[in-house]
T-cell receptor, first 117, second 112 residues
């Protein structure tokens, strides 16, 4: 159990277009999901925390108008990169938090490779 | 506040020899600590986690890590490296219900 999927796994788009990435928890409900960004050969940086039914909480330095997050259900969060530019090219990884008793464990999706031309 | 330092950006070993990936952390509260592995262009896979139970934690694929509070360390070890272990490894700290903080990663290279 505890499987998280992302779609698409990779996407190439033109500069100025918008791209939507989906993150789904397949076999559990996740009130909280997280979006990370990973540059080549670097670590994961938390972009935002997505809470079902409320606004996302963005980390310092992350533009909320550029990276739109919607967590409309307990199994789905979406990240939309608006007016994408080449510097937005990156590996985007989501995770979903599963609560079991007093523990909150994060399960990671396989990631989405975004390339902006 | 919490932080994690992975002391080596790259570690090279020969197949069949021991692996040691070092990690030091700082945390205001009793931390949870994790090791994740990431193969190229893949997501993260949890190797093992420490959550205030036994200090020696055994994970998947023969990996284990020991939580040493006095040294604020959580080093990852494996007795005998396999070619398939070549990947990026991340040490991660979490204090209470806070978000995860990732180390910068250690690339493990395994030669035949």
């Amino acid at each position: 159990g505890a499987v998280v999927s992302q779609h698409p796994s990779w996407v190439i788009c033109k500069s100025g277009t918008s791209v939507k990435i989906e993150c789904r928890s397949l076999d559990f409900q996740a009130t909280t999901m997280f979006w990370y960004r990973q540059f080549p050969k670097q670590s994961l940086m938390l972009m935002a925390t997505s809470n079902e039914g409320s606004k996302a909480t963005y980390e310092q330095g992350v533009e909320k108008d550029k990276f739109l997050i919607n967590h409309a259900s307990l199994t789905l969060s979406t990240l939309t990169v608006t007016s994408a530019h080449p510097e937005d090219s990156s590996f985007y990884i989501c995770s979903a938090s599963r609560t079991s008793g007093s523990t909150h464990e994060q399960f990671f999706g396989p990631g989405t490779r975004l390339t902006v031309l | 506040a919490q932080s994690v330092t992975q002391l080596d950006s790259h570690v090279s070993v020969s197949e069949g020899t021991p692996v040691l990936l070092r990690c030091n952390y700082s945390s205001s509260y009793s931390p949870s600590l994790f090791w994740y592995v990431q193969h190229p262009n893949k997501g993260l896979q949890l190797l093992l986690k420490y959550t205030s139970a036994a200090t020696l934690v055994k994970g998947i694929n023969g990996f284990e890590a020991e939580f040493k509070k006095s040294e604020t360390s959580f080093h990852l070890t494996k007795p005998s490296a396999h070619m398939s272990d070549a990947a990026e490894y991340f040490c991660v700290v979490q204090s209470g219900y806070s978000t995860l903080t990732f180390g910068k990663g250690t690339m493990l290279l395994v030669s035949p």
